[in-house]
């Protein structure tokens, strides 16, 4: 990666923001992000909450639309304040997810920001701590991604504003959080089944995916004497207004890996809880995974067939988090 972004050791703001265009807004997407509806003995029935994240704040990045959203509303929907932090030009679609926590009873701060610039990092976290004066709950993501089909046309200053965007950001933040974060508090990142099975169609964003599990991974047991929880989701791709492909590249997209906002979401709620609390942490150092039931989006079908990913440090087994809603419904 170019250095010519940095001085002294800190990486400086680039000048092209962080531009999403060609869909236009996700408040034009038809899709489900408030609520889930989980499969039961019953048949299909709305996600019941129990109030576990009441009187827990969370601060989520790029938390406007898709599932950052359905995360945002289910957290509310458990008992927390939030803080979402979103690019400026995507202000109608932080009022809906404004709207959307309102409606479950919880509070949100928008906090419009474009963090490539790390000053804008921090000054994220010390509006969120004016406001609530700690974190419980810090959440990572989602990452930007672009098509190259060809590696040789990569554009290097592109790649440069990529791991600005997917790396140093989700670093910045979270150095800037740790100092308001106690003891049982939770990083979530979100990351991409990519990262574990590669695609020949994005080997940057790869990287970056990649980047961020090794730092999961290692921010985990450097936290863990804090008893600071850190995991990583990795979903499938998700039926949500992509703005980095083509609206030909979109035809059809979703279809059959089936997964949406909603049935990703319980998951979160389960690692920002304190149901992923208790002696797993002891079973050794390997991360665990959990996976569900599904296959890859990007013409290469997953061999084990996982939909979605659930990488947890010290946290709760693997049928815990499968009873907890992952690619529940």
């Given at each position: 990666?170019?250095?010519?972004?940095?001085s002294?050791?800190?990486?400086?703001?680039?000048?092209?923001?962080?531009?999403?265009?060609?869909?236009?807004?996700?408040?034009?997407?038809?899709?489900?992000?408030e609520?889930?509806?989980?499969?039961?003995?019953?048949?299909?029935?709305?996600?019941?909450?129990?109030?576990?994240?009441?009187?827990?704040?969370?601060?989520?990045?790029?938390?406007?639309?898709?599932?950052?959203?359905?995360?945002?509303?289910?957290?509310?929907?458990?008992?927390?304040?939030?803080?979402?932090?979103?690019?400026?030009?995507?202000?109608?679609?932080?009022?809906?997810?404004?709207?959307?926590?309102?409606?479950?009873?919880?509070?949100?701060?928008?906090?419009?920001?474009?963090?490539?610039?790390?000053?804008?990092?921090?000054?994220?976290?010390?509006?969120?701590?004016?406001?609530?004066?700690?974190?419980?709950?810090?959440?990572?993501?989602?990452?930007?991604?672009?098509?190259?089909?060809?590696?040789?046309?990569?554009?290097?200053?592109?790649?440069?504003?990529?791991?600005?965007?997917?790396v140093?950001?989700?670093?910045?933040?979270?150095?800037?959080?740790?100092?308001?974060?106690?003891?049982?508090?939770?990083?979530?990142?979100?990351?991409?089944?990519?990262a574990?099975?590669?695609?020949?169609?994005?080997?940057?964003?790869?990287?970056?995916?990649?980047?961020?599990?090794?730092?999961?991974?290692?921010?985990?047991?450097?936290?863990?004497?804090?008893?600071?929880?850190?995991?990583?989701?990795?979903?499938?791709?998700?039926?949500?207004?992509?703005?980095?492909?083509?609206?030909?590249?979109?035809?059809?997209?979703?279809?059959?890996?089936?997964?949406?906002p909603?049935?990703?979401?319980?998951?979160?709620?389960?690692?920002?809880?304190?149901?992923?609390?208790?002696?797993?942490?002891?079973?050794?150092?390997?991360?665990?995974?959990?996976?569900?039931?599904?296959?890859g989006?990007?013409?290469?079908?997953?061999?084990?067939?996982?939909?979605?990913?659930?990488?947890?440090?010290?946290?709760?087994?693997?049928?815990?988090?499968?009873?907890?809603?992952?690619?529940?419904g």
């Amino acid at each position: 990666m170019s250095t010519k972004g940095s001085s002294g050791g800190q990486f400086q703001c680039v000048r092209e923001k962080q531009a999403q265009c060609f869909l236009g807004s996700d408040r034009f997407l038809k899709i489900v992000c408030e609520s889930i509806f989980l499969e039961s003995r019953k048949g299909l029935g709305e996600y019941v909450p129990a109030g576990r994240l009441k009187g827990k704040t969370a601060l989520i990045i790029d938390g406007d639309s898709g599932i950052s959203r359905a995360i945002a509303s289910l957290f509310a929907r458990e008992g927390a304040d939030i803080t979402i932090v979103f690019l400026r030009e995507e202000m109608q679609n932080a009022e809906n997810t404004k709207a959307a926590v309102a409606k479950e009873g919880g509070k949100c701060l928008l906090v419009p920001s474009d963090l490539t610039d790390t000053a804008m990092c921090k000054d994220a976290i010390d509006k969120h701590v004016r406001e609530y004066a700690h974190i419980d709950v810090l959440v990572n993501g989602p990452p930007r991604q672009l098509l190259c089909n060809d590696p040789a046309q990569i554009g290097l200053d592109k790649v440069e504003i990529m791991f600005r965007h997917n790396v140093l950001q989700m670093v910045a933040v979270t150095k800037y959080a740790l100092p308001y974060m106690k003891k049982g508090s939770s990083i979530i990142n979100t990351i991409s089944t990519v990262a574990f099975y590669g695609t020949s169609k994005m080997v940057d964003f790869v990287s970056t995916r990649r980047a961020i599990v090794s730092f999961a991974r290692s921010l985990s047991k450097n936290l863990k004497a804090r008893n600071i929880r850190v995991n990583a989701v990795a979903p499938d791709p998700a039926h949500t207004w992509l703005r980095s492909v083509s609206l030909q590249q979109m035809e059809g997209f979703g279809k059959s890996s089936g997964v949406e906002p909603g049935t990703v979401a319980p998951s979160y709620v389960f690692l920002a809880s304190e149901d992923n609390v208790g002696e797993d942490a002891e079973l050794g150092e390997d991360v665990q995974a959990v996976q569900c039931l599904g296959h890859g989006e990007l013409g290469e079908r997953r061999e084990d067939g996982g939909e979605m990913g659930v990488e947890s440090e010290h946290g709760g087994c693997a049928g815990e988090a499968k009873d907890a809603g992952c690619g529940g419904g």
